[in-house]
């Protein structure tokens, strides 16, 4: 099994910036890709971005420029560096892990994170 424990969250005013952190413990498979998703109420959850084990990056068009995602692989830990945040960023925060054949999806219990304007 696998266990994802985020931590990081908070309140934070617009233009501020947060750093959300993501440990993965278990059976994790050297390859991987570790991602970031968030929802609010009454919307489905939203990719926001993702790497995979060898370090290349993908991100929603709505953080590109101002979010950052890195891992750190020897401690099964993936961060999202999130500047510039803006009220629209408001969003319960969920790290993920995929891995596998067939590939399994692992959720972390998720983590607010609350911009004011």
């Known amino acids: 099994q696998v266990r994802l424990v985020e931590s990081g969250g908070g309140l934070v005013q617009a233009g501020g910036s947060l750093r959300l952190s993501c440990a993965a413990s278990g059976t994790i498979v050297s390859l991987n890709v570790m991602g970031w998703y968030r929802q609010v109420p009454g919307k489905q959850r939203e990719l926001v971005a993702f790497?995979?084990?060898?370090?290349?990056?993908n991100y929603a068009d709505s953080v590109k420029g101002r979010f950052t995602i890195s891992r750190d692989n020897a401690k099964n830990t993936t961060y999202l560096q999130m500047n510039s945040l803006k009220p629209e960023d408001t969003a319960v925060y969920y790290c993920n892990i995929k891995q596998g054949i067939p590939i399994k999806d692992y959720w972390g219990q998720g983590t607010q994170v609350t911009v004011s304007s």
């Open positions: 790497i995979i084990s060898r370090g290349s990056t």
